[in-house]
């Protein structure tokens, strides 16, 4: 009883459990956040321009010759019978292009009093992709103004290990994009933003790039957070990185950090897995840290009960160690017939533990 005083103070000191504090108490609960907020807003009606690679359909009344559907080429133009040369679209509206349609008629003398109807039939000219700890990675395409939190509710949430910042990197699709004057801070393109195991390769962004906590963009209120997402952009969430604590603790589980490249101690590791148990060896532990590049795996003695008792150095986990705890069998045994001792009232066993 006495070895779990140790670390009372501890857990009332703060360590947070298998979630990162940035977030909220479970990832169901962050998700739950995410969809109701980008639910909430008012989407504003606002056209999207014309790109490179939308099928385009036009329609010339009582011209049927003129009537068809184009594809934009890279370049942005498209080209129709009877006009010469190349028509520029890309960065108009349906709207206008109508009325560059329509002008051209009158100035080639095509048609007298034209009446030109066009409409997007397939957008692929603004896609953001979203990649990382995510639902599910996805590239989307911008129909309207889009914010932050709607790209993230697209890509169903984040995942259970992601970490407490969001990316977001600006495209140049759309040369008039400027950042906005919000709290977020520009940082560079995560390393490790990409999704592992799958996903869609995302494009390389050529623009700035834009940070923002998780934690500001949630809980704050402050609208400021949820930035806009521009077709061409990249909005990435790295993955955070998971300690392992095993063996004869009180909660044995993977616990979050908040991002990959953070560090916990094996005191707070312990912490946050409710201790060891008493049949467990605490100068016995181990971390077992694989090398990512080799695979190679190496043990490392942790040897807890000093660490607790300030007799030997406190020791760093990073991302992917497993903290291992082995129990003593014999004190299993022991504790069983203590239990059965005091139950039948023929008397009791009392063990020390090491």
């Not at 998780?214 to 809980?219: G, N, S």
């Not at 912490?271 to 077992?288: D, F, L, S």
């Not at 020791?315 to 014999?330: E, I, K, N, R």
Request: charged residues 20%; aromatic residues 6%; proline residues 8%.
């Amino acid at each position: 009883m006495v070895k779990f005083l140790w670390f009372l103070p501890l857990l009332l000191w703060g360590i947070q459990p298998a979630y990162c504090q940035d977030k909220f108490e479970t990832p169901k609960q962050t998700n739950e956040k995410i969809f109701q907020l980008a639910q909430a807003r008012s989407a504003r009606p606002v056209e999207t321009p014309i790109g490179s690679g939308d099928l385009i359909h036009i329609d010339v009344f009582d011209v049927p010759e003129l009537t068809r559907e184009v594809r934009v080429g890279d370049t942005g133009d498209i080209s129709l019978p009877l006009i010469p040369g190349r028509i520029h679209v890309a960065g108009l509206t349906t709207f206008e292009m109508e009325a560059k349609i329509e002008n051209l008629l009158v100035e080639n003398g095509l048609v007298t009093h034209p009446q030109v109807s066009v409409f997007m039939k397939e957008q692929l000219s603004q896609p953001v992709s979203v990649v990382g700890a995510v639902g599910h990675p996805v590239v989307m395409q911008i129909l309207r103004p889009t914010t932050l939190l709607e790209v993230l509710a697209a890509a169903g949430g984040l995942a259970d290990d992601a970490g407490s910042v969001v990316f977001v990197t600006h495209g140049s699709l759309n040369p008039e994009i400027s950042l906005p004057s919000a709290p977020a801070k520009p940082a560079e393109q995560p390393q490790d933003a990409a999704p592992k195991g799958g996903g869609q390769d995302a494009p390389v962004p050529a623009g700035p790039t834009e940070s923002v906590r998780l934690r500001d963009l949630l809980v704050s209120g402050d609208p400021t957070f949820n930035i806009p997402v521009y077709g061409g952009d990249v909005v990435s969430v790295p993955r955070s990185g998971i300690v392992y604590v095993i063996g004869a603790v009180g909660a044995p589980g993977g616990y979050v950090l908040e991002n990959r490249g953070d560090r916990i101690s094996v005191m707070k590791a312990i912490a946050m897995a409710r201790g060891y148990t008493g049949t467990a060896k605490p100068n016995n532990a181990v971390i077992v840290r694989q090398d990512p590049k080799t695979g190679a795996k190496e043990e490392i003695h942790a040897p807890l009960k000093k660490i607790l008792d300030r007799k030997s150095d406190d020791l760093a986990l990073q991302a992917g160690d497993v903290l291992y705890v082995p129990d003593s069998t014999a004190k299993k045994v022991l504790a069983k017939v203590g239990e059965t001792a005091l139950v039948t009232g023929t008397g009791a066993l009392i063990y020390h533990s090491l």
